[in-house]
């Protein structure tokens, strides 16, 4: 090995174009930005779906609607859900605990009871919501439906 042919390691250099560093470089003057136009300005970015001056897309696209992000999503539960329920676990009072090991409602999901089929038993039902309907078919047959 000698001085004569010394190299770099293989990847540790890399040709960078050193811009506005004057005429002589062969990228002074405009510093390779063209003439004009807003590219070759100081302090220059680009909008996120700026097009040009066309109308962006998403002013072009008719608006319509309106999500309330504090919404209250409710699954529905049935009163046959409840009897088959209650015959599978053979209890006479369904929690939301119930609700949550059978997989009829996540562990931060609320259930209403619905008045959807029929109950043969006395239930004591506790959920975070009932219809009208389905507190009196459930009083009817000698249950309680308590409220979260």
């Known amino acids: 090995m000698e001085l004569s042919n010394l190299r770099p390691a293989k990847g540790s250099t890399h040709s960078s174009k050193r811009i506005g560093r004057g005429q002589g470089s062969g990228k002074g003057g405009t510093s390779t930005r063209g003439h004009k136009g807003a590219k070759s300005r100081s302090g220059y970015s ?34 046959e859900l409840l009897q088959k329920l ?24 609320r259930a209403k009871v619905l008045c959807n089929g029929e109950l043969s038993a006395k239930l004591d039902v506790t959920a975070h919501g009932f219809s009208k309907a389905a507190i009196e078919a459930i009083e009817a047959k000698g249950g309680t439906a308590t409220k979260l």
């Open 86 to 109: 209650s015959d599978k676990l053979g209890v006479t009072t369904i929690t939301i605990e119930n609700l949550i090991d059978e997989r009829i409602i996540s562990k931060r999901g």
């Open 46 to 79: 680009k909008k996120v779906g700026f097009e040009g001056g066309q109308m962006p897309l998403q002013r072009r696209v008719p608006k319509f609607g309106f999500k309330n992000i504090n919404r209250v999503e409710y699954v529905p539960v049935s009163l």
